[in-house]
């Protein structure tokens, strides 16, 4: 029987080494999962913005005139100017309308604007006095 004892001290000791040499084996793949995991996240950031680097010649248009710098933005020749440095003034006042027949009737209807939002007051007025 003492000789059954010292093979079982044997098989157990080498037990213990595989259990052991197993932790240090899942250990390492677990750090070298997280390690992969961290590479695939940033090489598809990377791909992501490549893409998005590639794209910004048909996207963009940059022009220097006459001390003002404009970005456009648009497809297939359709750009619309999305900033401007310096940044134009705007204009004073809208113009009148020119000819006889367009003053008289622009006065026409701010006058009838005018008497308008009078009548809408009025009401409101009405309104807040009765109750």
Do not use: N
């Not at 004892?5 to 997280?34: H, I, K, N, P, Y």
């Not at 913005?49 to 710098?69: G, M, Y």
């Not at 134009?88 to 006889?100: I, S, T």
Request: charged share 25%; with cysteine; net charge positive.
């Amino acid at each position: 029987m003492h000789g059954a004892t010292r093979q079982d001290e044997t098989t157990e000791s080498e037990g213990l080494t595989q259990w052991a040499m197993g932790m240090v084996l899942s250990a390492v793949g677990a750090c070298l999962l997280f390690i992969l995991k961290l590479v695939g996240i940033l090489l598809l950031i990377i791909l992501v913005l490549a893409a998005l680097l590639l794209l910004c010649p048909f996207c963009a248009d940059v022009c220097w005139q006459k001390d003002t710098l404009t970005v456009k933005a648009g497809a297939l020749g359709i750009t619309f100017p999305v900033f401007q440095y310096p940044r134009p003034e705007p204009p004073a006042q809208p113009e009148e309308p020119k000819g006889l027949y367009r003053q008289a009737e622009s006065k026409k209807f701010r006058a009838w604007r005018a008497e308008r939002k009078r009548k809408k007051a009025e009401k409101k007025g009405r309104a807040a006095r009765k109750t």
